[in-house]
């Protein structure tokens, strides 16, 4: 549904509000943005692109402010679009999981920087938002900002924060504009994008092209429901508790009673089965990878110490921890603490509201597509947290909802000579992808392939039939 006018009223207010009181980069001018341009991040090697981070603010009056990495593109950066990206949790740092774990141009390695050659600034300029208030280096100064937090709330401040964030940087205003997220970001990325169009019927402002989405959350009872098959398929639980998990307490139902503090007695303990066979020593969020266990300390020595490769440095957050909480970083980046004393991949102080976990997402998903909106979905396919199998359900019967035909039928793509995973597209606007051997944050596990996928996506060509 269409925000109410009461919402819009409320954001155009603060909007407005924003832009009307003075700062020192609310010039049209291009050099707005030379106060956030970062000179040079420690450990980082020469790069030819330009970085920036900083602060904008959403709400004047409850001090709120928005923190952001952004990198221009490697080669020919005005004729390149514009990616959000956004990370999900709800609560997690786009800046250390999406940046510098996933796609980002360097990943941390001991005390330097290594460069990331399948970095998504090779196609495009790409944006980094710690969202909500109260993630990463986001803050406000009024605690109580961070209290009963929803979607409808963080997509009101993500809209706020891109039309201030064009104020500093106004020779991306007219640029094509690509939003792409993973995880609760299956929540995110579609309402802002509502809100987008909503917005221009009134002025146009943004050129928004297409949204991608990456394991994304979109259906809460397709998605959870659907891991229990893949534990069973992949081998991670019995025959016993399949049949248990399917007929006695699914997941959905135990998410449910969790957050209402009503788990009943043998859902508790089909749950605590399904995690005493799956073992903690599987990576959920990718059930081929090896987990990082701290005092095997070969694991962080994996990579190349000039760049990185497709070698997995599994400690990757662990290094990110440490990096993003060196105060010459925090320095050379424009951020600061406010009301915690670590940075940290997952907030510690944002009481988000998950209900809001149980509102399918997928419809705002067919709006978007019935407005002419290019949308596709990807799946990491070793992800048991948000499985290939429930997305892809999920966006075949979008498919038949909005009676959009196949236009290229399931099959695989290439990355160079290998298979990089396997797609379907309804209606040249619709698309599913998988990528193959990819964790639910697909860009760390498979950057390469990630990458082709990446440029097919803004460029709006079908996968690679054949290598």
């Known amino acids: 549904m269409f925000m109410s006018s009461l919402l819009w009223s409320c954001i155009a207010m603060c909007v407005s509000l924003a832009l009307a009181l003075p700062h020192p980069s609310s010039s049209a001018s291009s050099s707005s943005h030379q106060p956030l341009k970062i000179?040079?991040?420690p450990g980082q090697p020469h790069v030819e692109f330009q970085q920036f981070s900083g602060y904008v603010t959403v709400d004047n009056s409850n001090n709120k402010a928005l923190f952001f990495y952004f990198v221009e593109a490697q080669k020919d950066a005005p004729s390149k679009p514009l990616v959000l990206w956004l990370n999900g949790g709800p609560g997690c740092s786009s800046i250390g999981v999406g940046a510098f774990s996933e796609n980002g141009p360097f990943r941390p390695k001991g005390e330097a920087l290594v460069r990331n050659q399948f970095s998504w600034n090779r196609e495009a300029?790409?944006?980094?938002?710690?969202?909500?208030?109260?993630?990463g280096f986001s803050y406000s100064k009024d605690t109580s900002s961070y209290v009963g937090v929803n979607d409808k709330i963080t997509a009101r401040d993500n809209l706020i924060f891109l039309q201030n964030w064009f104020v500093k940087f106004p020779h991306y205003r007219n640029r094509s504009l690509f939003i792409v997220g993973e995880s609760y970001a299956g929540h995110y990325v579609p309402q802002l994008a509502e809100l987008m169009l909503e917005f221009n019927r009134k002025?146009?402002?943004?050129n928004l092209k297409g949204i991608a989405l990456g394991n994304p959350v979109l259906e809460f009872e397709t998605d959870f429901n659907s891991r229990a098959e893949f534990f069973w398929s992949h081998g991670l639980i019995s025959d016993v508790t399949f049949q248990m998990f399917t007929s006695v307490c699914n997941y959905s139902r135990y998410v449910r009673e969790y957050y209402s503090g009503a788990v009943s007695p043998m859902c508790s303990r089909v749950m605590s089965q399904v995690s005493t066979e799956t073992s903690r020593f599987v990576d959920k969020y990718d059930v081929t990878l090896d987990v990082c266990i701290s005092s095997v300390f070969s694991q962080t020595k994996v990579l190349n110490p000039q760049q990185v490769t497709e070698t997995i440095d599994v400690c990757v957050e662990d290094e990110t921890v440490n990096y993003l909480n060196r105060k010459d970083v925090q320095s050379a980046l424009h951020a600061r603490l406010v009301g915690v004393t670590r940075w940290s991949a997952c907030s510690n102080v944002l009481d988000y509201e998950l209900r809001d976990l149980e509102i399918p997402t997928i419809t705002v998903v067919g709006k978007l597509v019935k407005a002419g909106i290019p949308v596709l979905v990807y799946s990491g396919d070793q992800d048991s947290v948000i499985p290939l199998t429930g997305?892809?359900?999920?966006?075949?019967?979008?498919?038949r909802k909005l009676r959009l035909r196949t236009t290229v039928p399931y099959r695989v793509w290439f990355e160079g000579e290998q298979v990089g995973g396997w797609t379907q597209v309804y209606g040249n606007i619709l698309s599913f992808a998988t990528i193959r051997g990819a964790s639910h944050e697909a860009p760390f596990s498979q950057p390469k392939r990630s990458l082709v996928l990446f440029k097919s996506f803004l460029e709006g060509r079908p996968l690679p039939e054949e290598f």
Request: no cysteine.
């Open 39 to 41: 000179t040079r991040l």
């Open 391 to 399: 997305s892809r359900k999920l966006v075949h019967q979008l498919a």
């Open 125 to 135: 300029n790409v944006l980094y938002l710690e969202t909500p208030i109260g993630v």
């Open 203 to 206: 002025e146009k402002l943004f």
